[in-house]
């Protein structure tokens, strides 16, 4: 899978608002057949930064992505709300879901 992680600096007059105005390319691009997830979440050490978690099940899915109408209306309509450029981390990794963190096991509890 292509796992990325980026991080979205908005304007803070937008911050609160960031849901709402990315909702509709979330919603389409969690509609994509190739899309694992893609989940936002705000930083606890800036209110104005939110971080974006997604996957893709491969190349082909993750191209598809960035080619798509919504990705495309993304590039017009996000980018006036934010501060500066994203940052991104993209790998491609040989999983396709999230794995348990050992070191942090928590026992059965039935």
């Not at 899309?35 to 893709?56: G, K, M, N, Q, T």
């Not at 709300?81 to 942090?104: C, K, Y």
Request: charged letters at 25%; one cysteine or more.
């Amino acid at each position: 899978m292509i796992f990325i992680t980026a991080k979205f600096r908005v304007l803070p007059e937008d911050a609160d608002r960031w849901p709402e105005i990315a909702a509709d390319f979330t919603q389409a691009t969690r509609a994509e057949p190739g899309c694992l997830w893609f989940d936002w979440s705000r930083s606890l050490d800036d209110p104005a930064e939110y971080v974006l978690v997604e996957a893709f099940r491969d190349a082909d899915a993750g191209a598809a992505h960035v080619q798509s109408e919504h990705f495309k209306a993304a590039q017009r309509t996000l980018p006036p709300h934010l501060a500066e450029t994203p940052r991104i981390v993209n790998f491609t990794i040989p999983q396709d879901d999230w794995s348990e963190l050992g070191e942090m096991a928590v026992p059965d509890r039935t």
